[in-house]
């Protein structure tokens, strides 16, 4: 086996900078950065495939700890039977460790015990935490290392070696704990307690073995403190008898003293219960609607979908008095938020159609997006010779590497020509930066799409000066990607200067003029508007937002706030699938 497990990666190191770094040991086979399948984010480990044992070998002795990004990488052998790791046969915990003990000061400590398969010291932004782990080959050497280093002062600081025990075990153990306490924790109690006062309120429970009231820098009380009992019988009666007591005029709290991981996992525990209730308790019921019209109040709101079922909150969101154009209706149950949906959507309220959707929250409309837009591109990919629209994105690029094994030498790889990738590598179906430079009549006074036909079917039939962009000789793009020429109506050209003038047109044609149309018609409008925004996006913004319904698009029209949030949900879509484009490429 000459796999490799490169650990504690930064965040932005990519196969090929790991290539770069460890060919020069030997021949790489493959190399693989593990990424999340939604985010397409670094998970910050890797695999790496060399072709000789001894390489690896090598790699593993010399270039473990070496700095990436600022980052020591950890190197191990991959292990692909994970069943060693989870056991935690040979693992031990080491805390108490000064600051100034890093990765390789505590792989050369414990080496000494025997062959170590992993060593880490814990850190943060700010350097170690002051504890780490160590994994031997061997359950025997780990408990050397635990005997004789258990207790020892390094660097003046005398560290604990212990077997290691899993998040389950301690979890465990903590329980357990909880159900023996004998430490209990008081507060809200006044400012002129002291240790003393505060003993002979509990020593009626049992005997104490420690009081102690919590001051500040000042030497004020802090209004909290705690009370160590002799036996659990009694702390449990102090924490039942006395919790809710007034005292000096104050009702007092009391309970079980615990460490601050356990009232943080705690507290995390019962946030995410309350998050998961939340949501289930709305889930089905809340519905999304926007494009309301700006007379449009909560009562207002309330009073539309009254008809549909009981409502058990309406909220028109504002930003100061101004309404936003969107807002909730939530309703008692699903059956009537699903008659709400089928009937209010579209249905012209005040002056305006509304747009009804079940309420999702940011990540779920993200995540959704991103299904949607990589579900296109990857049915682009899969049927050949397919005419495309206009605003489409083009497949991702493709990367190859020739297999190494053809490699001169080990320290020799061979790569294909840069022409010959290129060659390989689909371009985009139009270039946003040529037709700027258009002259003549075909040219608006806000630059269109090229690859369109503008023409207009009004009484002298088509416009002979309106021509659709063929490639220049030195462009990629294919000949099988043709681009169909489509009519427009009078008047429905994307113009910023006349858009005020187009869009009560374009609201009375759309209902009558085809699908593909009435797309077409959205998308010459939108198009210069989002390439004001994101120039070199433009085209691919364009073609995901014509997914969404045509009543939403014309509220985008209008409303440039709602235009500018779903392009910047675009541009959120686009980063995260070239991100997850960069995790499949092979180097």
């Known amino acids: 086996m000459a796999a490799l497990y490169v650990g504690d990666l930064h965040a932005d190191v990519t196969e090929a900078i790991l290539y770069e770094r460890l060919s020069r040991v030997g021949i790489i086979l493959s190399i693989r950065v593990c990424r999340d399948m939604m985010t397409g984010r670094s998970l910050g480990y890797a695999c790496v495939n060399f072709q000789q044992l001894a390489d690896a070998e090598h790699a593993l002795d010399t270039m473990n700890f070496e700095l990436i990004k600022g980052q020591p990488m950890r190197i191990m052998w991959w292990q692909r039977d994970p069943s060693l790791r989870k056991s935690g046969v040979g693992n031990i915990f080491i805390k108490n460790l000064d ?20 060593g880490k010291v814990v850190c943060d932004e700010n350097g170690s935490k002051g504890y780490g782990f160590v994994h031997f080959e061997t359950q025997e050497a ?39 306490f004998t430490n209990v924790y ?68 009391v309970s079980r003293a615990q460490k601050k991981v356990e009232r943080q996992a705690e507290l995390k525990r019962m946030f995410e219960q309350m998050k998961q209730d ?8 809340n519905l999304y609607v926007k494009n309301l019209d700006d007379s449009i109040d909560d009562e207002s709101l309330r009073k539309e979908f009254a008809p549909f079922g009981a409502i058990t909150s309406v909220k028109v969101m504002r930003e100061g008095k101004r ?61 050949p010779n397919q005419i495309i629209s206009p605003y489409q994105a083009g497949p991702p690029p493709a990367y ?120 077409q018609m959205l998308g010459e409008c939108l198009f210069p508007l989002i390439q004001n925004m994101h120039q070199d996006l433009a085209g691919k913004i364009t073609g995901m937002l014509l997914e969404i319904d045509n009543s939403e698009l014309l509220h985008m029209l209008e409303s440039p706030e709602s235009l500018s949030s779903k392009v910047d949900e675009a541009v959120a879509v686009l980063q995260a699938h070239q991100a997850k484009e960069s995790s499949q490429q092979v180097y």
Not at 99 to 118: A, E, K, P
Not at 416 to 443: H, I, K
């Open 99 to 118: 600051r100034s003990i890093d990765n390789n000061v505590l792989y050369d400590i414990f080496s000494f015990f025997g062959n170590i398969l992993s």
């Open 142 to 180: 780990a408990e050397r290392a635990i005997v004789e280093m258990n207790g020892k002062i390094i660097k003046d600081r005398k560290i604990f070696v212990g077997h290691f025990k899993s998040r389950k075990e301690r979890e465990t153990m903590l329980a357990v704990r909880a159900k023996e």
């Open 186 to 253: 008081v507060k809200n109690f006044g400012n002129d307690v002291d240790d003393n006062m505060l003993r002979d309120i509990f020593r009626t429970y049992g005997n104490t073995t420690s009081v102690r009231v919590m001051m500040d820098e000042y030497g004020s009380c802090r209004g909290f403190g705690f009370v160590s009992f002799a036996r659990h019988e009694d702390a449990q009666k102090a924490v039942d008898e006395m919790n809710g007591k007034e005292f000096h005029g104050r009702t007092i709290y």
């Open 278 to 285: 939340r949501i289930s308790r709305y889930q089905g019921v």
């Open 323 to 383: 309404s936003k154009g969107f807002g909730f209706v939530c309703f008692s149950s699903s059956e009537e938020a699903s008659k709400a949906l089928a009937e209010m959507n579209g249905r012209i309220v005040a002056t305006k159609p509304l747009y009804v959707a079940l309420a999702q929250r940011k990540e779920e409309r993200q995540a959704y997006l991103t299904r949607q837009y990589i579900q296109r591109l990857t049915n682009t990919q899969t049927v």
């Open 400 to 519: 190859f590497i020739a297999p190494v094994a053809q490699a001169q030498n080990r320290n020799n790889a061979y790569f294909p020509p840069a022409a010959q990738v290129a060659q390989l590598r689909p371009s985009p179906r139009w270039a946003t930066a040529d037709y700027q430079n258009m002259a003549g009549p075909a040219r608006t006074s806000a630059p269109s799409p090229p690859n369109f036909a503008c023409v207009s079917p009004g009484a002298r039939g088509e416009c002979a000066a309106s021509q659709s962009l063929s490639p220049r000789p030195d462009s990629p793009l294919s000949p099988v990607c043709v681009v169909p020429q489509y009519k427009y109506a009078a008047g429905i050209r994307s113009s910023s200067n006349h858009m005020q003038h187009t869009q009560p047109l374009m609201a009375s044609v759309l209902a009558s003029a085809p699908p593909l149309e009435q797309k």
